[in-house]
């Protein structure tokens, strides 16, 4: 307990981690106390305890964890580099001190293998790399090279935040300027940022602001790169969208798996604190390893100290939000472009683009291509010109074969659909979507079949449980895809009911690789049977 300071219920998942952070785990008679001191029934404490993957609740009478965990990614990329093989031989060569976990995606894709010691990446890993590491008592990852406060504002930072805070620039000359660009919200779901501002301004006050940093979405580290380079930019872009739409307190929700970002975040914090004095407060959340928690309804549910689960619309979080408030919900990428639009003006943003697309899109990018990473280009691009021009083409002896072009949730198009433009609304024709861009390239020597069932048993082990096409069905689909020969209608019948009545976009978008393997590569799941592929 901090002294002075009243334990509050909504910190319940922040005073879960600082219990596991000392203990090792969180073991019963801890939670029972925790329940007592936030005058919470032991029920509600419990449950949030046992929700979230990264807390590793230990009942009365049971034995504690080992007390180092080494997590191995085997999402999408990683599984196709060696992920499940690396951590089976760590399993063995690390021995019964070590607990070695499968784990999804850990946003280091353009790094693949990746294997987590306590919070040390592992980046490239092989066996030799993390035992090397897990020798060396080193748990920590060092904090990133990015531009820190004082430099950001030598070179101009933070001027449009004090024009905007003086009132010398109008804040809807911004809006107006989002609205030129076309800024679209770049967490996936694209809603168009100028609309989103004005929704929630013309709500009642008090109006609050939570950021989504959860990126877990298999593929996608966007976030985490600019985040680890440029975080004032993100910074401003926040303070500006707090102030235009009249915010009493913003909350940022950042994923467990960026903790030197977390830190970073934080000591960036204190400096613009110290700087305006006069801030709405601002609260930096730890997420705690549950992907539905990217969901906006899930992510405020999380920062209130619940477990994560998506709430029924309407309300939308633009009325009826964080703390029951109307809610400005943004993806860290989409402020970050706040500054420049402002500053170049929304014709500037929009001049980007190609093959009929506007604006600038970040793409994560990893499979097998020579060069991965965060690629900063037009919106509409495609697949081949993405990879010829940006990615120093494929890896070599490996030929395009197919790619997910929105993360493990936005299907797979095969190397025939490489030319479609890349962007929002532009792959629904081929059952697919955009998402937050995070395109995985895999050759021939990987299988469409084998990467969907990846997909889909990450969202079997991501479902937060609380519907059943999306509960049963994930676990169920992914079930039926090991059959050498898949049951064409019955996963059909399947994804439709899921896509129909799953209550949020997971269990609506997990289908998506299943039916584009059946669409686009049913040569192979074999002679399929039902109503035909
Ligand atoms: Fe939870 Fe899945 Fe239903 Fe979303 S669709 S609310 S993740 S069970």
């Keep these: 307990r901090d002294a002075g300071v009243t334990p509050r219920a909504d910190r319940l998942i922040e005073y879960l981690h600082r219990l596991q952070d000392a203990h090792g785990a969180l073991f019963a008679d801890h939670l029972a106390a925790l329940a007592e001191a936030l005058k919470l029934a032991r029920a509600e404490v419990f449950e949030v305890a ?25 999402s999408l990329g990683c599984a196709m580099a060696g992920g499940a093989e690396l951590a089976a031989s760590l399993a063995t060569r690390l021995g019964a001190d070590v607990r070695v976990q499968r784990v999804p995606c850990v946003g280091r894709c353009d790094s693949a293998p990746v294997a987590v010691v306590g919070q040390k990446p592992v980046l490239n890993a092989d066996a030799d790399k993390v035992a090397a590491v897990v020798a060396s008592g080193e748990r920590d990852e060092s904090l990133p090279e990015a531009i820190r406060f004082d430099a950001y504002r030598a070179a101009g930072g933070y001027a449009l935040w004090e024009a905007v805070r003086s009132g010398e620039r ?40 939570a950021v989504n940093i959860d990126e877990g979405e298999p593929g996608t580290f966007k976030d985490r790169h600019y985040l680890a380079t440029d975080p004032h930019r993100f910074i401003e872009g926040m303070l500006i969208a ?23 975040l934080a000591e960036e914090l204190e400096r613009v604190r110290a700087a305006w004095p006069d801030l709405p407060p601002i609260e930096l959340r730890r997420g705690a390893g549950a992907y539905v928690c990217g969901e906006e309804s899930a992510m405020i549910e999380s920062i209130e100290g619940k477990r994560g689960m998506p709430r029924l619309r309407p309300p939308y979080v633009a009325e009826v939000g964080l703390f029951g408030r109307p809610t400005l919900e943004h993806n860290l990428e989409t402020l970050w472009w706040v500054r420049d639009i402002v500053e170049k003006g929304g014709d500037w943003f929009a001049s980007f683009g190609r093959n009929g697309r506007k604006g600038l899109r970040s793409f994560s990018v990893s499979g097998r291509v020579a060069k991965p990473g965060v690629v900063v280009t037009d919106a509409g691009i495609t697949l081949r010109e993405l990879i010829d021009e940006h990615c120093g083409g494929m890896l070599p002896g490996h030929a395009l ?13 095969p190397a025939s659909l490489a030319d479609v433009p890349l962007d929002f609304d532009t792959l ?45 069905g994930t676990a169920k689909a992914a079930a039926l895809m090991k059959a050498p020969q898949w049951d064409a209608g019955l996963l059909k019948e399947l994804g439709r009911t899921m896509m129909d009545a799953s209550i949020c976009g997971l269990g609506q978008a997990a289908p998506n690789p299943m039916q584009s393997v059946l669409r686009f590569f049913p040569q192979e799941v074999g002679a399929v049977k039902g109503e035909g592929a």
């Excluded at 989002?178 to 929630?200: E, M, Q, S, Y």
């Design 50 to 74: 046992t929700f979230y993957h990264h807390f590793d609740f230990v009942p009365s009478g049971a034995e504690a964890p080992p007390a180092l965990t080494v997590r191995v990614c085997d």
């Design 170 to 209: 109008a804040t809807d000359s911004i809006i107006q300027a989002l609205d030129h660009a076309g800024l679209r919200g770049l967490g996936g779901a694209g809603f168009p940022a100028a609309r989103k501002w004005r929704t929630v301004a013309a709500q009642p006050a008090p109006r609050n602001m």
């Design 242 to 264: 707090a102030r235009a739409v009249g915010i009493a307190g913003i909350w940022i929700y950042i994923r467990d798996e960026y903790p030197a970002l977390r830190r970073l």
């Design 401 to 413: 074969y197919g790619y997910f072009p929105g993360g493990a949730s936005g299907g797979i198009l």
């Design 428 to 472: 629904a024709p081929h059952g697919c979507f955009i998402g937050s861009a995070a395109i995985v390239v895999f050759s021939q020597h990987d299988q469409a079949r084998l990467l969907a069932e990846n997909a889909m048993e990450f969202f079997a082990h991501e479902s937060c449980g609380q519907c059943t096409p999306c509960r049963v």
